[in-house]
Nanobody, 114 residues
Framework: QVQLVESGGGLVQPGGSLRLSCAASGSTDSTNTMGWYRQAPGKQRELVASITSFGTTNYAGSVKGRFTISRHNAGNTVDLEMNNLSPEDTAVYYC????????WGQGTQVTVSS
């Protein structure tokens, strides 16, 4: 089993920054893909960014150039640096680890509002 614990959400003004962090434990193995998804009210969950254990990244078009995903701690922690946030980024953000199946964190709220 894999456990994912997220931290770092909160309220920020438009144009501000936030950093989300997710720590994985359990049977993570070293070969997997970790990432962040988000779900806004009334919308489907969508991929924000992902990073493989080899360091290959993938970003949603709406966040390219503003968000940066990275892994550290022997690959067991994934961070999402979010800059120039807008109200459209408001959502619950979920950490994800994929290895043969999806594992999800509990979600952390990000609210961008003045």
């Amino acid at each position: 089993q894999v456990q994912l614990v997220e931290s770092g959400g909160g309220l920020v003004q438009p144009g501000g920054s936030l950093r989300l962090s997710c720590a994985a434990s359990g049977s993570t193995d070293s070969t997997n893909t970790m990432g962040w998804y988000r779900q806004a009210p009334g919308k489907q969950r969508e991929l924000v960014a992902s990073i493989t254990s080899f360091g290959t990244t993938n970003y949603a078009g709406s966040v390219k150039g503003r968000f940066t995903i990275s892994r550290h701690n022997a690959g067991n922690t994934v961070d999402l640096e979010m800059n120039n946030l807008s109200p459209e980024d408001t959502a619950v953000y979920y950490c994800n680890l994929y290895r043969y199946r999806n594992y999800w964190g509990q979600g952390t709220q990000v609210t961008v509002s003045s």
